[in-house]
């Protein structure tokens, strides 16, 4: 009997810190793209929290060890990863335990930049990385209106779920 469809849910949360001030800070990475903005994520890897969660979601749905365990942040080789490293690695998971993405919903939650402009790429980005068409990806941007660390923009948060089908379904 074939394995059942699985779902899995990702998040993550970055805390922002602002750039410049003669200190090259941090850029702000989102699904791989490289957003022009005034704060930069405070991560051990390079902080794209799309792709964090993204690959926290896959991870999730097989039922694997998450992204913290499998990438811990006091292991040097993490060091400003890029983080397709991570989703890479959980989507070879996702092909070795037999499945493959039926669908992907990302939403990603910070007051600015604003992420019309940057949407397409990402999602061509995340699509490409996850050997997927791009019909199969989503990605929504949402503000928090003004409400608490997100709303000041001192953080940025995603959530994401993946429905992951058997492999030849």
């Not at 200190?23 to 991560?43: F, S, Y």
């Not at 996702?94 to 604003?114: H, M």
């Amino acid at each position: 009997m074939p394995p059942h469809n699985r779902i899995g849910h990702g998040y993550d949360l970055h805390r922002l810190e602002p750039n410049g001030d003669g200190q090259p800070g941090r850029p702000l990475m989102l699904g791989g793209v490289e957003i022009q903005h005034d704060r930069g994520p405070i991560a051990h890897s390079d902080g794209d929290a799309l792709l964090h969660a993204v690959t926290d979601a896959l991870l999730g749905a097989i039922g694997a060890p998450d992204i913290g365990q499998l990438f811990p942040d006091n292991d040097p080789r993490n060091e400003s990863q890029n983080s397709v490293v991570f989703l890479e690695a959980a989507m070879q998971r996702v092909r070795d335990a037999g499945f493959t993405i039926g669908n992907l919903d990302a939403t990603i939650i910070c007051e600015r930049p604003k992420l019309s402009p940057h949407k397409d790429l990402m999602r061509a980005n995340l699509a490409a990385g996850l050997g997927v068409a791009e019909d199969q990806v989503n990605i929504k941007g949402k503000t928090h209106e003004g409400v608490d660390a997100l709303g000041r923009n001192e953080a940025i948060e995603v959530h994401c779920v993946v429905l992951l089908v058997p492999d030849g379904a």
